[in-house]
């Protein structure tokens, strides 16, 4: 088994363990994304308040729709883009080792490098599972319109109340109402939407990635200085990393995900065209116009909460399995070896 495959297996299986655990936070977070009246964002207060206003009024199953299309697009992506970061990186440290038999440099893939290298892993990944996507968002932005009353009577709706809970009346909305529901709206390219942020938004991961193998090098390269120079990086270490890299990344391309999601949810032709985008730029301006500069960093507390743990928890759990699997492998290898012939 190569190298990539394990990371990339090891990859898909961290992701889905680390979208289970945050899921809740994840479609909180997308429906304040979206949410576009400021009364109504007021209203529902934070995290927490939200989370308990989705199981009281919607039921424990709304705080994880779309979570089945979720886990398939979190598998596939995980292990899209870990397989191919590994192809990516193993070139470059081939490279690098060949400047070095040169004398140039020391050897090690740079920081440059290493952006380079995530940032084309993203742009695979991205093109591959982006309509994976655009169906999870429908789905987590869903709101039940069978439930009687969702909302006191003397509340009216807002505009972003109305567009969700005029999608279906009945009690489940299932992955395939989505995916029609997409098509029928933009045809094919509809499960395109949002793509041109997504793929800016390739600067998130390798920027989380530039990160993460910067810390874990000065980590490496202290501990080899110091006494315990066998010692390996531990579970706890890598988590705390993986931790540190996502949050500088998020804090730096969250509006991008705010246009992503906006472009992504249910649009309905006609009515308030404040609310209704053409595309990524179009969307930016009336952003812009009608919100203002806040406007792009709705939920953003909630993010930071959800894409940090969640990354802690996949950078672990992928960093662990690739391990046992390369034990596994080797133990295999070993008793192949010594098979008398």
């Not at 994304?33 to 927490?48: A, C, L, M």
């Not at 202290?222 to 579970?235: D, H, S």
């Amino acid at each position: 088994m190569s190298d990539a495959l394990i990371n990339g297996l090891a990859g898909a299986g961290g992701g889905i363990i680390a979208q289970l655990i945050t899921y809740p936070l994840q479609t909180v977070n997308t429906r304040q994304q979206t949410e576009r009246d400021p009364k109504k964002e007021r209203r529902r207060g934070g995290t927490v308040e939200q989370i308990c206003q989705v199981v009281k009024l919607e039921g424990w199953g709304r705080l994880y729709g779309g979570l089945m299309p979720s886990l398939v697009g979190t598998a596939t992506s995980q292990g899209v883009y870990y397989y191919f970061y590994q192809i990516f990186r193993n070139r470059a440290e081939a490279a690098a080792l060949a400047q070095y038999r040169n004398g140039m440099g020391d050897g090690s893939v740079g920081m440059f490098s290493s952006l380079i290298v995530a940032a084309l892993s993203g742009c695979v990944n991205v093109l591959m599972t982006n309509p994976i996507w655009v169906v999870v968002t429908r789905m987590q932005t869903h709101t039940k319109a069978s439930r009687k009353p969702q909302l006191p009577p003397t509340l009216p709706l807002s505009p972003d109340e109305a567009i969700t809970m005029a999608v279906t009346e009945s009690p489940s909305y299932r992955t395939s109402q989505a995916v029609q529901e997409v098509y029928d709206e933009a045809g094919i390219m509809g499960f395109w939407k949002g793509v041109l942020p997504t793929l800016i938004m390739v600067s998130n991961p390798s920027i989380q990635f530039m990160l993460y193998e910067t810390l874990l090098k000065q980590l490496k390269g202290r501990r080899a200085l110091g006494k315990n120079v066998n010692k390996g990086v531990t579970a706890l270490e890598v988590f705390l990393l993986g931790a540190v890299a996502k949050l500088g990344a998020t804090v730096l391309t969250y509006p991008l995900l705010v246009v992503k999601s906006r472009l992504q949810v249910k649009q309905v032709k006609g009515g308030d065209k404040s609310h209704h985008y053409k595309g990524t730029l179009d969307a930016i301006e009336k952003m812009i116009h009608f919100e203002g500069l806040s406007g792009f960093y709705k939920g953003m507390s909630t993010k930071i909460v959800q894409s940090v743990l969640a990354a802690a928890v996949l950078f672990m759990i992928k960093e662990e399995l690739v391990k046992s699997a390369r034990l596994l492998l080797k133990k295999d290898a070993g008793l192949i070896m010594s098979k008398p012939t």
